[in-house]
């Protein structure tokens, strides 16, 4: 995993400080840093082509990337105050929002692919030489997650119940995902959910597919919701907060038309090279959410038992968000 770069640290606020007017920057034409979770997958690109673009200088940011393990990592770092946002999945927003903790969605960022051989967020793979050939052999067997008690947990187990599994039979394992490639060749995990810029390069290894669970959990052509920009409630209260969440929309939706500026900025915040990145899948980019499928991942993520308190969609989905989603 490759630590997160500092970029263009020339910024004279951060994001403890609300500048005034309606975008960023402050009175004097500075631009204000905005100090950004990420974590090392593919689906995070639109950050990398919007600072590349100038599309985040154009509303007055300057971005400070910061590389995590997963999202709950980042909720913590945000809640903390250590950085102004975090990328998140939906399932990992809504567990910390039904705890009362004070954030939401600012911008959708990503859904996953409609057809299962398009998959990217979530694919799970085995060895070339694994007896295992669908999810039905899964049972008494131990797929590793990227960690427990979050999207990674509901998906896997809404898929295991679509498929007629007992989501108990299959031993999920906590294994950054960096290192679930190694665990595979070595047999510590008998399977992996994995998503990009790994899948790719496992499956290039040999490694098969046998199930994409947000595919498989959704209506035939549907995208599911995988992940978004998190932010605080005092962040929403600054001045700037739609500003930055119109360049987020601005960057997610120039990213999915110009899938080469993808391709290009992928190696800066992961481990690939060049020529790994040209067999990547890459995500689907939307700042367009369906609301219908954000309230399904809530009910998925309640279902599972993660949910303390009810969650809707607009507690999810802050107001900047909701301008961009369907009806």
């Not at 979770?37 to 985040?56: R, S």
């Not at 947000?214 to 995208?223: H, K, P, Q």
């Not at 995988?226 to 932010?231: E, S």
Request: glycine share 8%; net charge negative.
């Amino acid at each position: 995993m490759v630590a997160g770069s500092v970029i263009a640290l020339t910024a004279c606020s951060s994001g403890s400080g609300a500048p005034s007017g309606d975008a960023g920057g402050d009175a004097s034409g500075e631009l204000t840093t905005i100090r950004v979770g990420i974590l090392p997958y593919a689906n995070v690109a639109p950050l990398y082509v919007g600072m590349q673009e100038g599309i985040f200088e154009e509303h007055g940011f300057e971005i400070e990337p910061k590389t995590f393990n997963n999202g709950a990592e980042e909720v913590t770092a945000l809640v903390a105050d250590e950085i102004d946002v975090a990328f998140v999945g939906y399932f990992t927003a809504a567990v910390p929002i039904s705890k009362g903790l004070p954030l939401q969605i600012i911008s959708n960022n990503d859904q996953e692919a409609a057809e299962a051989d398009a998959a990217w967020a979530a694919v799970t793979l085995v060895s070339a030489d694994s007896d295992i050939q669908s999810v039905e052999d899964l049972p008494g067997k131990t797929l590793a997650v990227n960690a427990l008690r979050s999207q990674a947990e509901v998906q896997n187990t809404m898929s295991f119940e679509a498929q007629g599994i007992d989501p108990a039979s299959v031993n999920l394992l906590e294994v950054p995902m960096p290192e679930m490639g190694a665990a595979l060749a070595n047999g510590s995990v008998d399977a992996i959910n994995i998503a990009e810029p790994f899948a790719s390069a496992e499956i290039a290894k040999g490694a098969r597919q046998i199930d994409a669970p947000l595919v498989s959990i959704t209506e035939e052509g549907e995208n599911f919701p995988n992940g978004g920009w998190a932010v605080t409630q005092d962040f929403l209260a600054r001045s700037d907060a739609e500003a930055l969440a119109e360049a987020l929309a601005e960057a997610t939706d120039f990213t999915q038309e110009n899938p080469e500026a993808a391709r290009a900025v992928i190696p800066e915040f992961t481990a690939l090279t060049a020529e790994q990145v040209d067999s990547v899948r890459l995500p689907y980019w939307s700042s367009t959410v369906s609301r219908a499928l954000v309230q399904q991942a809530i009910d998925m993520a309640d279902q599972v038992g993660l949910l303390e308190d009810e969650v809707t969609v607009d507690d999810l989905l802050a107001e900047p968000a909701r301008k961009f989603s369907d009806q």
